[in-house]
């Protein structure tokens, strides 16, 4: 199939187009190197060294013996998206090309308007790109699981069915997000839900976890191959911060009680869900959601893995807890479904230690790296709009 990648210089875009052309797909993508900027605005660079995307298309070309077809642009640059996929004719477009990040959202007014104009705007330009230029092609559009935030009930993939004053229908399941960038996804589904109703389009809109992990097979040893990974407050995600912070002797920072679940998957995992998606496209007109994790862990077991993986490596590794920053759920019921992706063949790797023991293996290279930027790894950015260094509030040696 013609794959079209948005965002394809990202943590996830990059991994993406290897997975793909290894399983035969041709690859064209766009990026505007925002997440480069934004990681350095943050005051931190990716853990492991990444390239420049000349290095990084050559190592491509090299390893795969394939080419992508790249161009540097946004997808608020309406002009040029609809000539991109005018000349490329995508059969699938997976679109990565959103600011991913909950604090930066919230950090102050102009922030929060650059990640809704950016992320609302540049999907509202590509579901008008697809009418008029491909609309046959399958939209997979990167949604959260944070759409749904937290609610005391089961989540089910997208809808459900209500009985209310003895009619019943299906209906989107209620949304309620928990930041500003959670929200621009929101905004994006019911956008992307409105495309597929009155054009015609075909979506799958997926509700992706938190991913954590430095590579997948199709990298190799190559430096050039490797996708980036964060530890700042606002691109480091939960697990990949804690390990970076592992290798550092850096205390495990978790916010509040520690009892805040979410859905998890390793990089492998996104990439096979992923792909099983793009293979497996839906009709015309329909739009279908998928939820995407691999298993639901709180925060807190999640240190503790990492802290008794590491032990076993020889580190030592202690976890605090923080006054939390976000205003978020320290306890919550949390049960999400996700049958769709697993009907279609998508097989969890079920071995978040071993993925976790890679990851800590690959940092240890980069540690003095890490060790430079130790700064970024105390989260100031608050729900409320003001900057203050969180405190630790209690700290726990050991695993009991
Ligand atoms: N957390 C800590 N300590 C840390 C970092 C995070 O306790 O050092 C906690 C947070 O308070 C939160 C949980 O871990 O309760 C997850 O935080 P996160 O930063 O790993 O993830 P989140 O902000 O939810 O966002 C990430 C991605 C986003 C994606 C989302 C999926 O940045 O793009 O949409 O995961 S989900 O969480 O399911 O909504």
């Known amino acids: 199939m013609r794959v079209f990648i948005a965002g394809i210089d990202g943590y996830l875009g990059w991994a993406l187009a ?14 505007t ?18 390239s420049d995307i000349a290095q990084r298309l050559a190592a491509f070309r090299e390893q795969f013996g394939e080419t992508i077809l790249f161009r540097e642009g946004d997808l ?61 092609a399958h939209l997979v559009k990167l949604g959260t699981m944070g759409e749904y935030g937290t609610p005391n009930i089961d989540i089910p993939e997208g809808f459900f069915e209500v009985e209310f004053r003895g009619r019943k229908d299906k209906l989107p ?26 054009w015609g389009l075909r979506a799958t809109d997926i509700m992706q976890g938190v991913v954590f992990g430095t590579r997948i097979e199709e990298m190799r040893n190559s430096a050039l191959l490797r996708t980036r990974l964060d530890f700042d407050q606002c691109f480091g995600t939960a697990i990949n911060r804690f390990c970076c912070q592992a290798v550092i002797d850096h205390p495990l920072t978790i916010f509040g009680g520690g009892g805040q679940t979410r859905g998890f998957l390793p990089l492998r995992d996104s990439m096979q869900c992923l ?16 939820n995407q994790f691999e298993e ?38 949390y049960n999400p479904d996700r049958n769709h992706l697993i009907n279609l063949g998508y097989t969890p790797s079920h071995d978040v230690k ?47």
């Open 173 to 198: 399941f209620p949304r309620q997000a928990n930041s500003f960038y959670h929200w621009s996804k929101v905004h994006d589904s019911n956008n992307t839900m409105f495309a597929c109703r009155v």
């Open 18 to 31: 290897q997975y793909l052309v290894v399983r035969g797909h041709t690859i064209a993508g766009n990026d």
């Open 33 to 50: 190197f925002y997440r480069r900027q934004w990681v350095e605005e943050m005051g931190s660079c990716s853990a492991i060294p990444i």
């Open 275 to 290: 792909a099983v998606t793009i293979e497996n496209p839906p009709e015309r007109s329909e739009y279908r959601v998928f």
């Open 296 to 333: 639901c862990y709180t925060v807190e077991e999640l240190a503790y893995i990492v802290q008794t993986v590491g032990n076993q490596l020889g580190m030592g590794i202690s976890v605090q807890h923080y006054d939390n920053p976000r205003k978020e759920l320290d306890e919550h019921y």
């Open 76 to 136: 608020l640059d309406y002009a040029f998206l609809k000539s991109f996929l005018q000349e490329f004719q995508p059969d699938a477009i997976v679109h990565l090309a959103e600011m991913p990040s909950a604090p930066y959202s919230m950090m102050d007014q102009a922030h929060a308007v650059f990640t809704q104009n950016n992320n609302v705007i540049g999907s509202l330009n590509l579901l008008w790109a697809m009418k008029e230029v491909c609309p046959d």
């Open 354 to 400: 071993a993925e976790i023991r890679i990851m800590l293996q690959d940092l240890l290279h980069h540690k003095d790296r890490i060790a430079e930027k130790r700064d970024v790894l105390i989260p100031d950015i608050r729900w409320d709009g003001s900057r203050k260094r969180a405190n630790v509030i209690d700290q726990t040696i050991a695993h009991p």
